[in-house]
């Protein structure tokens, strides 16, 4: 018995949740891990608010004009990512790369935008361990939670990069085309937290 | 191959459902509705936002449904949470209220002298 014939007597080929691969259901796994992990930090978020008294009001501190701005783009940065996956799956390697260029674009300008925001919200006066406006835990939460998700988008985009040169060293686009999809999963659920994020620390 | 499997949702409709959730948010912002209602609605409105993305942009409405019940089970472990820390919140909060109730009292009293 060769040492092949063992091991898928080991290990099934196809896992009946996601048939195309192991590391889409490994992404997967991942993701519902670190949702956990935003989920805690929201909610932790929550309760520390609410049992401030002297919470500020995050709309009139952080403004949403930015933040709006940056939100349609990660939107639109998801809409680039599929399309570069649906151009792949037709075969056409070099609009899904373009398109997988957007994305990464769209992800880098979004994490050029928060650090911009940070350095104009330090210069008021917001710093992880006090501000002008009341409770210190208001600015380390923000710079834990929007600090926290930012890393992901810079994970990203280098995840995004690493990919495009994966897809044009692979001449054959359905060979490229499930680690795309899985790398489509991890961007959008960026994109998610970060609806989350908007909602919960600017406009609650 | 995995390409022909998908069915393929339009991208366009759902950013553009995503793109005018998102306008309606910053709308609801600035409606005198009260903040209870403006943050029920805005949860709502980051749900449905979150949800649409999930099942469509990330396939998850053509995946097996075990797979969307893995999906959603950190959602109720975040809420359980906010339970678990509710009850502390509401300590703190009574704690608050019992130490500055005696402050307040006690400060008008001086005034009577």
Redesign the interface.
């Known amino acids: 018995m060769s040492a092949a014939t063992v091991h898928s007597a080991i290990e099934p080929a196809e896992t009946?949740?996601?048939p195309?691969s192991w590391g889409k259901?490994g992404m997967?796994?991942f993701?519902?891990g670190d949702?956990?992990g935003f989920?805690?930090l929201?909610?932790?978020y929550?309760?520390m608010r609410?049992?401030s008294?002297d919470w500020p009001n995050p709309?009139a501190v952080l403004g949403?004009n930015l933040t709006?701005l940056m939100?349609?783009l990660l939107?639109?940065s998801?809409?680039t990512?599929?399309?570069g996956l649906?151009w792949?799956?037709?075969g056409d390697r070099t609009r899904a790369v373009q398109y997988l260029f957007f994305t990464a674009l769209g992800g880098a300008i979004f994490v050029s935008l928060q650090a911009y925001e940070w350095t104009h919200l330090i210069h008021r006066g917001l710093h992880i361990n006090q501000n002008p406006w009341g409770a210190t835990l208001f600015g380390t939460s923000f710079f834990l939670v929007t600090g926290f998700h930012g890393l992901h988008v810079t994970g990203g985009v280098i995840y995004l990069l690493s990919m495009i040169r994966y897809v044009a060293n692979r001449p054959d686009p359905?060979a490229s085309?499930?680690a795309v999809?899985i790398l489509?999963?991890y961007w959008?659920?960026v994109?998610?937290v970060w609806?989350?994020v908007?909602?919960?620390l600017y406009?609650? | 191959?995995?390409?022909?499997?998908?069915k393929?949702p339009s991208?366009?409709a759902?950013?553009w459902y995503?793109?005018i959730l998102?306008v309606l948010?910053?709308i609801?912002?600035f409606m005198p509705f009260g903040k209870l209602t403006n943050?029920v609605l805005?949860?709502a409105?980051?749900v449905t936002?979150?949800a649409l993305?999930?099942m469509y942009?990330?396939?998850l409405r053509f995946?097996?449904k075990?797979?969307g019940w893995?999906?959603v089970?950190?959602?109720a472990?975040?809420t359980l949470?906010?339970f678990v820390?509710?009850p502390?919140?509401f300590a703190?909060?009574k704690k608050?209220e019992a130490g500055s109730k005696p402050a307040a009292a006690a400060a008008p009293a001086p005034a009577k002298h």
Request: overall charge negative.
């Open positions: 009946p949740l996601t195309e259901l997967w796994v993701l519902v949702a956990v989920g805690v929201l909610a932790g929550g309760a609410t049992t008294g709309y949403i709006a939100t349609f939107i639109c998801s809409v990512m599929v399309k649906e792949l799956g037709k359905a085309y499930n999809e489509g999963l959008h659920f994109d998610l609806i989350m908007f909602t919960f406009l609650f | 191959m995995a390409a022909a499997e998908h393929h991208y366009m759902i950013f995503l793109a998102t948010e910053l609801v912002v943050n805005l949860g409105l980051a936002k979150a993305v999930a942009f990330m396939h995946e097996a075990t797979l893995i999906a089970t950190p959602l472990i975040a949470l906010v820390l509710l502390d919140g703190v909060m608050t």
